[in-house]
């Protein structure tokens, strides 16, 4: 083939697009989530605590710290009985656009792998990767504060 054949030039542009492209697609963010927490980018974390006495009860309601991501605050707020999880809810998700039909259809199942796992030890929901992990941070929280 000669140096300036119109397939040899498709196939060099088409190259070139498709690492461009994986090159674009393995970037990370420009900035570390968790440093928006720390200068003040988030809510600051309220926890609430039973009238049986608080965390040496083991129940009542406990609200995790905020946990910033780049898509916004992932806060958590778990019910513990006995030392368990009874309930976990998201009080605060990254809401609006396509990161609200995202959260919508995540944290439903972070809640519930939530009370079945007892702990932070959940999975990451395939599409949700930064609610998922806001979430593990402020469910941490929020069972470091719970005692547990």
Known sequence: MRKSHPVRRAVLAGAATVSGIVLLLSLKPASDPDSASAAGGAAPPVAAQS???????????????????????VQVRLTVNGGKITRAEAVQAP??????????????????AAVAAGSADIDTVSGATYTSAGYRRSLQSALDRAGG
């Open 51 to 73: 009238p049986q006495g608080g965390r040496d009860a083991g129940a009542g309601t406990v609200t995790g710290a905020a946990a910033s991501t780049p898509y916004g605050p």
């Open 95 to 112: 809401d609006g656009g396509k990161s609200g039909r995202i959260t919508a259809d995540a944290v439903p199942g972070l809640n519930r």
